[in-house]
C-alpha cells in the first residue's frame, strides 16, 4: 500500500491497475498520467493488470487505516474476473479495523456482482476466501467497505448513482471530481431517503489540460447536501480559481464564463472569470472557508 495525498484517505491499495475511458471525466485521468510517467509501471494504462501479491498488503498492518480501493484503475472493470474481486473482498472481511472506501464509473458491474447477496453462493465463497472454511456468519452489507460511483455533471450523475442506490451498501458515497458542470439531485434522487448518499466529495480538475470549475455548481452541491443534511467535503478548485474566491496571482491564463456555450451561466456577477493560478496557489476555499465535513462513520 501506498501513503497518498488524498487527504480523506490514509493509504490507496491497488491490487488493480489500469482503466478503459468511459466518460468526458476520464479525459485527463490522473492516474493515466503516472503510467505515462512511468511512476506506476511500465505497462501501458490501459492493460489491466492484476496483481496478486498487493493482496495481502492490508493483512500486514495493525494499526486502523481509511484506504482507497483501486484509486490507480476500476475494481469493476469488466475485464476483472468475479473470482479476483471476490478475493479482494476477503481481504476487507479480515481487515475489519480498517474503513475501504471503493469508487467505480461502472457501477452496473458493481451492481450485478452484488445481486443476490447475502443469500448467494458466492457468500459461502467470500467466506471460505476470508476464513479458509465455509464459514457463512459474514455481516452484510460488509459494514467497512463503502461504496461510490465517482460523476462529473448532471448526465453521469443521472446514469451512475440510481444504480448505486440499487447496490446493497453501508455507506453509499458520490465523488463528483473532475466537475465539468452542474448536478442537481431531484432528478436522480432523493439523497435523505433510506437509500440515500452518506456523503459528496466535491473537486475540480487538476494537471495538463485540466478544465476549469464553475463556483456555482459547488455552491449547489453544497447547498443540497447541507439541506439534506449529507456531509459535504470540498476538495479542491483544481488549477482554476475563479474571480470570486480569491486574488489570482500569477496567473497564466483566463477562462471567460459568459462566452458562448459554457454550461450554467453564472448567478454571481463577480464570477465571470477563473483564472489558471495551479493547483496548490487555488486552494479550496469556498466563499472564504474549508469544507471537510466527513460523515460521522469515518
Not at 459568459?258 to 456577477?269: E, I, K, M, N, T
Request: glycine fraction near 10%.
Amino acid at each position: 500500500m501506498n501513503r497518498t495525498a488524498i487527504e480523506y484517505l490514509d493509504y490507496t491499495w491497488n491490487p488493480v491497475t489500469g482503466c478503459t475511458p468511459v466518460s468526458a471525466g476520464c479525459e485527463h485521468c490522473w492516474a493515466k498520467r503516472m503510467h505515462e510517467r512511468g511512476i506506476f509501471g511500465k505497462q501501458g494504462f490501459s492493460e489491466i493488470q492484476l496483481h496478486i501479491l498487493r493482496l495481502d498488503e492490508p493483512l500486514r498492518r495493525k494499526k486502523p487505516a481509511r484506504i482507497g480501493v483501486c484509486f490507480e484503475g476500476d475494481l469493476f472493470h469488466e475485464q476483472v474476473p468475479d473470482k479476483f474481486i471476490d478475493q479482494v473482498f476477503a481481504v476487507t472481511v479480515r481487515c475489519s479495523q480498517d474503513v475501504f472506501l471503493i469508487l467505480t464509473k461502472r457501477p452496473q458491474r458493481m451492481m450485478d456482482y452484488f445481486s443476490g447477496y447475502p443469500d448467494s453462493p458466492r457468500t459461502r465463497f467470500l467466506a471460505a476466501e476470508a476464513y479458509g472454511h465455509a464459514r457463512t456468519e459474514i455481516e452484510w452489507p460488509l459494514p467497512n467497505v463503502w461504496l461510490g460511483v465517482s460523476v462529473e455533471d448532471q448526465a453521469t450523475a443521472e446514469e451512475r448513482i440510481p444504480l448505486l442506490l440499487q447496490t446493497p451498501a453501508t455507506v453509499r458515497w458520490i465523488s463528483i471530481e473532475p466537475m465539468l458542470g452542474p448536478v442537481k439531485f431531484d432528478p436522480v434522487c432523493d439523497i435523505t431517503g433510506t437509500l440515500g448518499i452518506d456523503w459528496v466529495v466535491v473537486g475540480g480538475e487538476s494537471g495538463p489540460g485540466a478544465r476549469p470549475v464553475h463556483p456555482d455548481w459547488v455552491r449547489s452541491v453544497r447547498d443540497q447536501c447541507r439541506a439534506a443534511g449529507v456531509p459535504f467535503y470540498f476538495k479542491q478548485w483544481g488549477e482554476w480559481l475563479p474571480q470570486c474566491q480569491g486574488p489570482a496571482r500569477g496567473w497564466t491564463a483566463m477562462h471567460n464564463w459568459d462566452q458562448p456555450g459554457c454550461p450554467g451561466l453564472p448567478v454571481h456577477g463577480d464570477c465571470r472569470c477563473s483564472f489558471r493560478v495551479g493547483k496548490k496557489a487555488a486552494g479550496c476555499l469556498l466563499d472564504g472557508r474549508e469544507w471537510k465535513e466527513m460523515t460521522g462513520l469515518l
